[in-house]
T-cell receptor, first 115, second 112 residues
Framework: KNQVEQSPQSLIILEGKNCTLQ??????????LRWYKQDTGRGPVSLTI?????NTKSNGRYTATLDADTKQSSLHITASQLSDSASYIC??????????????FGKGTKLSVKP | DVKVTQSSRYLVKRTGEKVFLECVQD?????MFWYRQDPGLGLRLIYF???????EKGDIPEGYSVSREKKERFSLILESASTNQTSMYLC???????????FGQGTRLTVV
């Protein structure tokens, strides 16, 4: 069964600190993996996309990694800011079917950055 | 700037009411989706549409229906709202397979 597991469920860090969020998946055949940021009460917004051949990709203070062999991805946030407080959702696309329902969502990690 | 607009941010309805949630996109994408998001469960697919007047059931279609009369508009209908349909509803669209999903701002529906 295609699944996406994220850890931890929630995380509290102090402003300025770094943190790493984890995503493990069992989706096959794999197409790509995206990390989304969802502010409270808003819709998710894409941060970065990882394809099979990519190991690392950065978007400002966000760096995503992908290990396609172990089926693991991480999102590293550097020098956290209060505005990083949000839920971070890992979404894996399976390479099958039509474009409709091949997205498998993780349940998200809720990050709280405290001053 | 791309836009996916949901008609309401917050909605309170009574049990048994018929509820319409509207979603409009300006991206000319064929594929549109309705999800609900609940604590501890993540996003779950209710219905999707890959063309005008076409619709497919997602993972949890019971108690819902949809309408897509125009390419840019995808409506979610709760025929008879129940308290277990209290949730955050998210509309999304995509250009095609493996492309990015763009989400609306969400509608927080409370059924009392």
């Amino acid at each position: 069964k295609n699944q996406v597991e994220q850890s931890p469920q929630s995380l509290i860090i102090l402003e300025g600190k770094n943190c790493t969020l984890q995503c493990n998946y069992t989706v096959s055949p794999f197409s790509n993996l995206r990390w989304y940021k969802q502010d409270t009460g808003r819709g998710p917004v894409s941060l970065t996309i990882m394809t099979f051949s990519e190991n690392t990709k950065s978007n400002g203070r966000y760096t995503a990694t992908l290990d396609a062999d172990t089926k693991q991805s991480s999102l590293h946030i550097t020098a956290s800011q209060l505005s990083d407080s949000a839920s971070y959702i890992c979404v894996v696309s399976a390479r099958y079917g039509g474009s409709q329902g091949n997205l498998i969502f993780g349940k998200g990690t809720k990050l709280s950055v405290k001053p | 700037d791309v836009k996916v607009t949901q008609s309401s941010r917050y909605l309170v309805k009574r049990t048994g009411e018929k509820v319409f949630l509207e979603c409009v996109q300006d991206m000319d994408h064929e594929n549109m989706f309705w999800y609900r998001q609940d604590p501890g469960l993540g996003l779950r697919l209710i219905y999707f549409s890959y063309d005008v007047k076409m619709k497919e059931k997602g993972d949890i279609p019971e108690g819902y229906s949809v309408s897509r009369e125009k390419k840019e508009r995808f409506s979610l209908i709760l025929e008879s709202a129940s308290t277990n349909q209290t949730s955050m509803y998210l509309c999304a669209n995509r250009a095609g397979l493996n492309t990015e999903a763009f989400f609306g701002q969400g509608t927080r529906l409370t059924v009392v």
